[in-house]
């Protein structure tokens, strides 16, 4: 395994699906509710790669396989996190976005 491209992987897919996720928020704000919920599924799914490449390179490490830990690495953690994190909020925004809409359309 080519633990830099792995790396990279994790930081690639956390970075589109965390750009994925805003532009769900973006069609969500302009009332696009079907564009949003399609769009943020996609999110999910390129998040979902990050984050079974990360636990790809857990098991590694407990498998006692050898894991340098590099600068590269911690990045590609904060990045992914940063991803989830945003992800999940932007979920809830969606969601509160689409209750206005509804008691705006009563």
């Known amino acids: 395994m080519n633990m830099e491209a792995e790396i990279f992987n994790i930081i690639s897919s956390g970075g589109d699906a965390k ?5 769900a928020l973006q069609f969500a704000y302009e009332g696009k509710f079907d ?3 399609k ?3 996609e999110a ?3 998040l979902t790669l990050a984050h079974n490449t990360q ?4 098991q ?7 894991m340098k830990i590099s600068l590269l690495m911690v990045h590609a953690q904060d990045h ?8 999940s909020l932007i979920e809830q925004m969606i969601k509160m976005l689409k ?8």
Do not use: G, P
């Open 35 to 37: 564009i949003a919920e």
């Open 19 to 23: 750009a994925i996720a805003y532009d």
């Open 60 to 66: 590694k490490e407990l498998n006692h396989e050898d």
């Open 80 to 87: 992914l996190m940063t991803a989830i994190s945003e992800i």
């Open 55 to 58: 636990t790809k390179l857990i």
């Open 44 to 46: 999910q799914s390129a």
């Open 39 to 41: 769009r943020f599924h």
């Open 99 to 106: 209750r206005i809409d509804a008691l705006e359309n009563k």
